[in-house]
């Protein structure tokens, strides 16, 4: 059993063997220090704060309808797009999982146990390694340049600092990477944008600090990124796209 840590996050992983000893040849390893092991790694040692509580009982069922009429087929449509070491930020019970094609390595993160610990029930066999991470998206354990992918979806809602989670996924992607994000947004017609803004505070408090009012796509852009591909639904509320890291700082 090997224990590392990652800035003020333990990785807890035992040694994994990806390839047996063949023909006198010395086999592959990788431990924590990688980033990725085989299979899957729990992150133990300081827990994230939650000030909402968690919501992961539940999540999936009550998400169902929504994943079906709304963002079910965005996922199909974005999900894809992830190449070589992918890191998601906010993957909850991994819903996303299903959608991944032919990766390097997937890093899934949430800063709730009970989330990772659904996804984890969710991973299925395939030709990629996946590690999950208890981890805030303000606080990312990973060196520089670490990813080419980074996947954010539905989660920008919730994160207390948008801005701060935005400068660490600026800081992991590598030059050349990308970010994916599916996000609900603040609407632009205005009897919905108000509407938003007068139930925030109630949904708030009932989904996990979930705010129906983020204008996510202006924060993107205010933290140094450049939108190369965006879609927005009907009525705007629903953001998805991708965005790559711009010249400029913000």
């Known amino acids: 059993m090997t224990i590392e840590k990652f800035g003020k996050i333990q990785v807890r992983g035992t040694i994994l063997q ?46 169902r309808f929504f994943e079906r009429r709304l963002f079910g087929h965005r996922r199909r449509k974005l999900i894809p797009q992830a190449s070589g070491n992918v890191l998601e930020i906010g993957g909850g019970t991994g819903v996303n999982l299903q959608y991944y094609q032919g990766l390097a390595s997937l890093v899934l993160t949430d800063p709730d146990p009970l989330m990772i610990e ?20 303000e606080a990312l354990p990973f060196p520089d340049g670490s990813f080419d992918t980074v996947v954010a979806t539905l989660v920008f809602c919730t994160i207390p600092q948008p801005a701060k989670a935005l400068a660490e996924i600026r800081r992991v992607l590598r030059p050349g990477g990308k970010f994916l994000f599916m996000e609900h947004v603040r609407p632009r017609p205005f009897p919905l944008g108000l509407l938003a803004d007068v139930l925030t505070p109630l949904q708030k408090r009932l989904c996990g600090g979930c705010q129906l009012n983020r204008k996510t796509l202006e924060t993107v852009e205010a933290a140094g990124f450049q939108v190369v591909q965006r879609e927005l639904s009907r009525f705007d509320l629903i953001l998805s796209g991708e965005a790559i890291l711009s010249h400029t700082e913000p």
């Not at 023909?23 to 990725?36: A, C, F, H, P, R």
């Not at 029930?121 to 208890?134: H, I, Q």
């Open 18 to 63: 990806l390839q047996q000893v063949e023909n006198g040849q010395e086999s592959k390893q990788v431990t924590s220090s990688n980033l990725m092991s085989n299979r899957h790694s729990h992150t133990s040692g300081e827990v994230p704060d939650l000030p909402y509580g968690s919501i992961a009982v539940g999540y999936d069922d009550g998400m």
């Open 118 to 137: 659904q996804a984890e029930r969710k991973l299925r066999p395939g030709a990629f390694p996946v590690r999950f991470e208890v981890v805030s998206a």
